[in-house]
């Protein structure tokens, strides 16, 4: 019998649950709500909002007058907190407060002229928006190899003030060797630990689950960056599977694997987690039973 164990720490995190709380208070306290951008990286949970009446809009110019805007856990440039006063809409800030710190370290540090590095995926909207409350010069990268890549090519000088932030889901053991890769003679480097602590948590758990582990289910949005890097962390100590949700189980190899482990990014609802649980052990039982069946009338 396959023994199925599910991460403490799988899913909704501190900062998502209080974004997916306020969209739902901002839907019964105002006629028209709008979101910037899908709230979180879940289509069942983004859709029940929708069948409530929020809209999904991408920018401030596509509000209607007097439409209650919620801005995600991502947070925002300033640019858009300046564009929101302009409009006069009326809006719900659901910045996870612990990405709301790196807006502030950021606008502080390029306001007295310091040089920012940010590790992290420029295209996501965390880091977009954190470069958008940059008041001067940043340096966004994914790797350390693209960090040691910035420091050979002498980009700032080397004496220059320096503070490295961190996109709250950046892998840990990556911003480990960034940090080793930063000069040794630059004493003006100013270094703010930034990765969300529930990220770090989520990140330790999948790795020790799936170093017992002999297949691993990652569930949640395929477009969650925090759900792919769990992906990851898992994919190096047994075969995993990155789901959105339990039917999907049905189309895998699960293969004969007797420990199974089960955790969920940070935008994942408890109830699809227990779904996949509940679904997976129907699957591993039907198994059992044609194992059984087969093997009576081998004899
Ligand atoms: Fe906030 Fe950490 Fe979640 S930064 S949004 S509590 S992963």
């Excluded at 069948?51 to 991502?74: F, T």
């Excluded at 194992?291 to 009338?297: G, R």
Aim: aromatic residues 6%; negative net charge.
């Amino acid at each position: 019998m396959a023994e199925i164990t599910v991460a403490e720490s799988a899913g909704f995190c501190f900062g998502v649950d209080r974004a997916v709380k306020l969209c739902y208070q901002a839907l019964e306290q105002h006629p028209h709500v709008a979101t910037l951008g899908p709230i979180i990286h879940n289509q069942n949970v983004v859709d029940d909002l929708t069948r409530r009446g929020a809209r999904i809009v991408d920018s401030i110019a596509d509000l209607q007058p007097d439409e209650c805007v919620v801005i995600r856990s991502h947070g925002v440039s300033a640019a858009v907190y300046d564009q929101l006063e302009q409009a006069g809409n009326p809006y719900v800030d659901a910045t996870c407060p612990f990405v709301a710190k790196i807006h502030r370290i950021v606008e502080e540090h390029t306001r007295a002229g310091d040089f920012i590095l940010i590790a992290g995926d420029a295209n996501h909207p965390e880091v977009a928006a954190i470069v958008g409350h940059c008041k001067g010069n940043c340096f966004v990268f994914e790797s350390e190899e693209a960090l040691n890549n910035f420091f050979q090519k002498k980009l700032v000088n080397s004496r220059k003030r320096l503070a490295i932030v961190a996109q709250t889901t950046y892998n840990i053991l990556v911003w480990e060797k960034c940090l080793e890769a930063l000069p040794k003679d630059n004493p003006n480097i100013m270094v703010y630990d930034t990765i969300c602590h529930a990220t770090q948590v989520r990140q330790s758990d999948a790795d020790k689950l799936s170093r017992k582990s002999d297949l691993m289910i990652i569930v949640g949005g395929r477009h969650s960056s925090n759900t792919v890097k769990l992906y990851h962390v898992c994919n190096r100590n047994c075969r995993s599977y990155h789901i959105e949700n339990s039917d999907e189980l049905y189309t895998l190899d699960l293969g004969n694997a007797e420990k199974i482990g089960i955790t969920a990014g940070a935008s994942t609802p408890a109830h699809i987690i227990k779904e996949v649980q509940q679904t997976m052990t129907e699957i591993m039982d039907n198994n059992a039973v044609e194992e059984d069946i087969n093997f009576a009338e081998a004899l």
